[in-house]
């Protein structure tokens, strides 16, 4: 028990943007270290409210520990009435806490002189299988951890000395620190550059200047992992790695599989600005037709406070967007889109494009209809606000008023994200590599064919 | 376990000005509802952080429980360890999260299918002497709980119809709920008028329309009961009730005592304002002087951005007050003070006045020097900081430039305090009425004296 | 022409209360300097917004310069149209852009080589009689001016080194700088002293280290002087000094004066806390009553956001003032207010003071009752509302629910004024001193007579 | 002089984001009417303060006026004198002010009964040649105004029925309002279409349901049109229509003339996000090379507070963008950028693209390079901060890193803007329609040339 060390945590949390939350009076409280979890949040499990926040920070006998979690357990409410039946008071309805207080309480604790984290890491692991993705502070180590099915992303950075930033590799370079961001796309941005992702299962022992390996927790016998497809589809930034692979590149295959899948006789091919563009691209790449902008976005709409009336609710696109008529005056385009959910944003652009002189407006999206809940994390509209679930799907080009409409189908999205993944990874296998601990390689289409990569407890 | 109703409750904490805190759009927040507990706290134990704020709310086996805690537990540091030796991680530094858990905790739950919330109180009680007075929130009950010694105070109210606030008594006016405070000047300005003090080592079960006295858990034999007597000199409002007298009667004693102990040939008797205005009025009236008023507030005082160079710093005191200097010039003044902590906010006093024309300045304090940390929820200056520990004191009038300086005695003090108390008690004990079963009274003088009513434990 | 100069004026305006207006940030941006107006205004001609607040500065042929005023222009409708038949625009409702423009615009300018500042500044009071106290800058000087009838208070302190802030008076301690201001109260604070008022119809130049007086621009032959009265019932802070008198004495004098008009049995003398204390602390020495206090207020009372029902109407007052009950239970009361103008506010003080045991309660007011507008610079509510234009004045003692309410009379309240000033000035003429240029003293009871000190233009 | 309809004028102004300036609250102080004007301004001259705000609003004899200016006079100087010699007091710095006053000014205004404001207008309009494009509200008409040299833009809208809204042209539908703006790209999001231009020296009264010329002012003899070219480069969204052409086009048309300008030997163009995108597509099509995303945006950049120290500064970049390496990795690429100013912000993208594995980075600037200070509204860098007067510029490419650099000539720039105005002029005067008024079109280069369209006043 060391009461000193475990003192040095500073917390900071707070409910907004980061930059409003993290500003110069509260940055100057944090300490000065080399050590620290940063956490965001769009609380999925539990109300949205400050006590949710992470990382949660509490006092064990061994020590504090802050936990950062990216997730939602499938079987929370079960590992809930243990905890209460135990003894101990739940402060939040946050299956985090859960996380937390399941880390402090690991029996048996009586003769437990020295922590042994890892063992407690991995009692954890084995009371829930997915999805989690955690960081776990205890004084000067940070372990990372990912669930066996890898449904939550996971990767680690190298920060390098600034005037070696130049590419030249890791073996080049000094080492100046480790970062863990669910997100690759975060490293650039502070000097450090890709390293790997943590594997499916692994738990990995941080320190100031090394990464390792302490176990891999196994899948049950011939279950394949399962990392979010819609990570690659519509959440991470078009230049984050996920297995090996660049999610734009991804995107630009939907958008090529899909002019297989769906081609249209049009004039040009465009885009609402701008998460599809990559796969409007790939679309228009495909197809031999140009690629042109036909909307342009207003850059400084924010809320507005007049009156909502009939004629302004009708202009809320119109407010986003400027419109390039000159551009399709007389055309037939087709719009390609990253994801019909709902169905509400789409059908003002059409109307919008059609008053402004488009002959015909096809919609092509970029990945398959989402029909079902997400429990491990994803925040999606319930069962009936999903369109694909509504009786106008059945007549959609008519519904939102185009020409036609096609999604991409859900076999040509595994194949767009697992093409070359399984390429690298037959090459890796007949090099017999490491990597191959990985196992069996899946995908969550939870969301999109219903079925869940583990059972579901209620 | 009943999940819908401990559901129901709503929380909303913030750290500032309870204006700031609880804002029009909070308050919307909340539900509209019978019951609900609010707190302010300057922590003390703890550092001063929002997850310190109270109530806790945890949820326990048996539904939520929320509970709001005034005072500091001496045994703090004992009940964490036991705690944490339990497997519970500790989420703050608060000796309030101690106690929730503790209520949550207590054994043995693996056959309690029924939650008996008395017998845990009283377990908590068992484990922890003082000081608190607690309101525990479960369902639709509040229990209204005081530690044996009485450290902190807690009273109950009536909110009456508003037609009936006209002091008819209550036996003639519909009750219309009920409501516990700390202090009882809260009572009048929510339309409820004061009912009883809780005693100390009572739980009171309260519910919409019924306040039953359900144990009083009893000190060790032969302790004297330990309100704090700070309350009456510095910290309640003058019109607040504590032991069934008012505390400006007190005050305005202290002032009349401090006459007969410290008299001075003077031309008038003043007082800063305007918290030592009883005690000037009790202190004029005694020594026939007329009471006159030598300063005027600033009203509209605040921070001020002003670079602070070494005129501005002189100015202080001159920025807080005005003076009257034409009711004093030529005149021998005597200020009656209510306390001296640090010594440093008089003495520019005192030049104020003599610049401005007094002829001779005395000052006399309506209470004994501070000289010994408080460790039951008060917040006071370190032993280093205290005037009265340090070597000025041996001369104090000359440290603060006045002709001469007395304090009021400690058993000026509690005489002053305890008169009234003792004079009823008498002529309730010849009734033999219930209120006997507060046992012996005494009052807690350890800032003063250093005698604490327990042992203290680290 | 001087550019440079002139450019260096360095403005920053607001709304709302000084220390938000002037935080660290906004202080920053302004020049360290020898040089500065402020100025606050409730605006009463103009409406209340930013391009109305002062100091109004504008760029002349010879200058920048800045104009602060409090009062109000009897002729501001005629001086309007005039500047706009010139051809000049006018970009606010204020009178005191007037004042601006008038000093900006008077000819003859084609031939005015050399800016005559003090030929302007007198065509300006030739213009307008009344009221006005100015500050004028221009470069390195700044002009103070009260207008012939002194209407508005103005007066100078000396900026004096702080070793000496000792009372040895003016000729022993060196002079750091002069400062101008409407109330002498504020000087202390700023470790200024009290130097003098500025005359009525004076003219005043004042640089770094001179005070010089330039002219004094006299009334119409047999016109009093007329300086508002209200500042001393009820505007000014006790601690101001107008006329050579302090305010706190001339408002214990009303009191005292108020017991010879409106004597009454009763135990004892109190009032609602604060502004009316010197009233009541005079009022019951010459009555010889004790003073108790009744009330205490509420220190931290704000806006309250709760829903407005029923009962917290009713408890609007309940909510300010804490009610010392033990001090009056059984007792006649008197209650001293400084002014009754609406009639809504004394009612539910006196229905709470009996509710909590007052035997009889008896309102003296110490002012005369508000009859009338002023058009002089004063905020004073419409004829409608004030309570002594209604039927109700007819039986108040009634209407307010009080046991006697009696008013001091008008000849009562000039004389507590006056009376000290004549006694003065009787022994400065005969000394012949220069202070006898001030003329005739009179008084402007506007508000409660219907007398005006000039006449009104429309 | 019609005082009441004048008082109807509700201004509210701020600093800041439009959307914090006006909200909820300020907007509903706003009167619901039929007329208004708005403005926003990056002042130019006259200090950033909020006095120098627009509209100015200023009473005149004739009742009030409200002015929204946008531009710069190129004689402020002498007007500013000729004003204050005639005794007008001038509250700001800004020329804005001087066109109000001088409106207001106009002599001879003593026998001025009926105020004829178009007279007013031109009177303005002889007194000052550019830059101005000005909207003036009297009572419940707007006149609009653009200088004869149409430096500024100026265009009408019409708002129209939302059923409406379908492109069908003007004669369909009904007419239920105009709206004047400096870029049409405005009009959509408030559901107008374009109607067309304010010609240069036109004087335009738009009344609720009339569009009506009053005048044009011409042009010295010879002198051609001087709008402002660097509205097409860089300034105006690019949906706006100027001159009866979308900018997005004269944009792109700029690209294929730097193809044709500049070729270079590469594997794919492509942009910084996003401002060059039309440039990019223009140059890639004409050059037949694939056009590619190198960058993607970090949407939530924002201000960072993390102390800068030396590896922070160098990765500023990289905190704007993210780097799609995969996209580019070695191959040869060309960045179109739309202009190069101080050349401080190409040179880390260069050297990011280099790190990520360009193998060749060519850039291509859309326009001429900046020489010289505009005086006619724009705010431009300072002549030493332009890199095109440092040594630098002469070996560019070197400087920021690049393989090879070329800025577009003027002539190209010219042409690619005029190419469509010419033909449709020329096909127009065939027509002999009113549209020849406009005279002999040219455009203000000054800012590349140096050749002003008027003689600079001091």
Chains 1, 2, 3, 4 share one sequence.
């Not at 930059?19 to 539990?46: C, E, M, P, Q």
């Not at 031999?288 to 406070?305: D, S």
């Amino acid at each position: 028990f060391d009461g000193e060390s475990s003192q040095a945590f500073k917390v900071h949390k707070g409910m907004g943007l980061i930059n409003h939350v993290f500003n110069a009076d509260s940055l100057k409280k944090l300490y000065v270290s080399n050590l620290g979890i940063g956490h965001t949040r769009y609380s999925t499990s539990g109300i949205s409210e400050l006590q949710n926040c992470q990382p949660f920070v509490v006092e064990t006998l061994h020590g504090k520990i802050a936990v950062a979690h990216n997730g939602e357990l499938t079987n929370a409410v079960r590992l809930r009435r243990k905890l209460m039946r135990h003894g101990v008071g739940l402060s939040t309805s946050s299956d985090s806490e859960l996380i937390t207080q399941l880390l402090a309480f690991t029996p048996p604790l009586e003769n437990d002189d020295t922590a042994d984290w890892v063992a407690r890491i991995k009692n954890l692991m084995n009371e829930t299988p997915t999805s989690y993705s955690l960081l776990i502070m205890h004084k000067d180590i940070i372990y990372a951890v990912r669930d066996p099915y890898g449904n939550r992303p996971l990767c680690i950075g190298r920060l390098i000395p600034v005037g070696d930033m130049n590419g030249k590799g890791k073996d080049n370079s000094e080492t100046e620190g480790w970062v863990v961001s669910s997100e690759s796309c975060s490293f650039l941005s502070i000097g450090a550059e890709y390293y790997r992702e943590v594997l499916p299962g692994e738990i990995v022992k941080i320190s100031r200047y090394d990464v390792q390996t302490l176990d891999v927790v196994p899948r049950p016998e011939g279950d394949p992992s399962a990392f979010c497809i819609f990570e690659y589809v519509y959440f991470a930034r078009p230049d984050s790695i996920f297995e090996g692979q660049m999610v734009y590149s991804v995107r630009r295959r939907c958008g090529q599989q899909l002019a297989i899948e769906a081609p249209v006789e049009a004039d040009l091919v465009s885009t609402v600005p701008e998460s599809a563009t990559p796969a409007a691209l790939g679309y228009a790449q495909k197809c031999g037709l140009p690629y042109v902008e036909v909307l342009c976005k207003n850059r400084y709409v924010g809320r507005t406070f007049i009156q909502p009336n009939m004629r302004l609710r009708q202009l809320g696109v119109a407010k986003k967007f400027g419109v390039l008529s000159d551009n399709f005056k007389g055309k037939r385009v087709v719009i390609i889109d990253d994801s019909i959910v709902r169905g509400n944003t789409i059908s003002p652009i059409i109307k919008l494009l059609r008053e402004s002189g488009a002959k015909e407006v096809h919609i092509r999206v970029a990945s398959p209809p989402i029909r079902f809940p997400c429990y491990m994390g994803i925040n999606i509209p319930t069962k009936e606000e999903l369109i694909a679930n509504r009786p106008e799907f059945h007549d959609l080009a008519n519904y939102i008023g185009a020409d036609s409409v096609v999604y991409l189908s859900v076999e040509g999205l595994v194949s767009s994200v697992q093409e070359s993944i399984k390429a690298r990874q037959e090459n890796e296998n007949s090099l017999k590599t490491q990597k191959s601990r990985v196992g069996k390689i899946g995908h969550c289409t939870a969301c999109l064919t219903g079925e869940y990569p583990v059972e579901l407890e209620w």
